[in-house]
């Protein structure tokens, strides 16, 4: 086994912390998430969207801007309606690792409380 130091990773700017901060704070909110899955199965309007996690118009439409803002979720007009996408595939990836993760905690938990 190698013994060699980890490499350190390069520094960040205090903007730039602030900036990343800001990205993960737009992640924190779960109807966002709720959005974001619901775009993982593909594109889908705001009646969908809304249908799909069972949120209000309003909602949907203010959580969409936010993450547009973002620049996690893209948006196209087709006529009068607007189509929602994912703009970044590294959102995926996130939270794909993250629920990952998340589920061998929970698994390891359960087995050290003796359960399944």
Same mark, same amino acid.
């Given at each position: ?10 520094? =960040?700017?205090? *903007? ?23 775009? *993982? ?8 969207? =809304? ?7 309003? @909602? %949907?439409?203010?959580? =969409? ?7 996690? %979720?893209?948006?196209?007009? *087709? ?18 690792? =993250?629920?990952? @993760? ?15």
């Amino acid at each position: 086994m190698s013994s060699r130091p980890k490499k350190s990773p390069p520094p =960040v700017s205090e *903007e730039a912390l602030t900036l990343i901060a800001s990205w993960f704070r737009t992640l924190a909110e779960p109807s966002r998430l709720k959005i974001l899955r619901a775009l *993982e199965e593909g594109e889908k309007n705001i009646t969908e969207l =809304v249908s799909a996690t069972q949120l209000t118009q309003a @909602n %949907v439409s203010r959580h =969409v801007q936010s993450l547009a803002d973002a620049g996690m %979720v893209g948006r196209r007009r *087709e006529g009068l309606t607007s189509i929602c996408y994912i703009a970044d595939p590294t959102i995926t990836e996130l939270c794909d690792t =993250v629920c990952s @993760n998340l589920m061998k905690r929970l698994s390891h938990q359960v087995k050290r409380l003796g359960g399944a």
